[in-house]
């Protein structure tokens, strides 16, 4: 009987420091939810509009990539646009910034460069994404009891796979004990971009 005790004290005591370590970290999972669904529609937003301009205009892989694609083929997606010319390129480029402007969104230029050189805004957010991860893998390392950036860099080198299943733990422990109201209120992910853009 007094084992059976001190095990249900202990699982008691694990909860209640779970419970703890998830209040501590809601606003972390929070941020990071909220990051990573903007990053993900703007994404798609950047991917279609670029899409679309390689379906108007042609663009061909050029000489020195062959061993990717035959040079003279047509670039039809944009994660092929790094083959093309470098005069290709900055055309393409420019009217891609051109066409993220005119649906409004942002495309800041880079001071002293050309106007093909901009922050591009799915770019812009996937790397505050990561500035939220980084937050909540340095949250959550001090309830490890382990010092932030220390518990960072040990993720970092364990894999981006172990780096990703620790963030989910992360949020998964959070998620479990919150409301229900919380978690409706991060559900859908267009809605939660849409009212981040104020549209």
């Known amino acids: 009987m007094p084992q059976r005790n001190a095990k249900e004290r202990i699982m008691k005591n694990n909860k209640e420091n ?69 005069s290709d390129s900055h055309e393409y480029l420019t009217l891609l910034r051109d066409a993220l402007i005119s649906e409004g969104l942002e495309a800041h230029g880079i001071e002293g460069q050309p106007y093909y050189s901009y922050k591009c805004p799915a770019l812009s957010l996937e790397s505050l994404k990561v500035d939220a991860e980084h937050l909540l893998i340095q949250e959550a390392g001090k309830h490890l009891g382990k010092p932030g950036d220390d518990f960072l860099h040990m993720l970092l080198c364990a894999g981006l796979d172990k780096y990703h299943e620790f963030i989910k733990l992360i949020c998964d422990m959070v998620v479990a004990y919150q409301p229900v109201s919380w978690l409706e209120s991060i559900a859908n992910k267009e809605a939660l971009f849409m009212e981040l853009q104020g549209q």
């Open 18 to 86: 779970q419970e703890k370590i998830a209040e501590a970290m809601t606003p972390f999972v929070r941020t990071y939810i909220i990051a990573d669904a903007a990053a993900q529609a703007m994404r798609s937003v950047v991917d279609d509009i670029a899409n679309n301009i390689l379906l108007g205009k042609e663009y061909l892989v050029n000489e020195g990539f062959e061993q990717k694609n035959n040079p003279g083929e047509r670039i039809t997606d944009h994660k092929n646009a790094w083959m093309m010319s470098n």
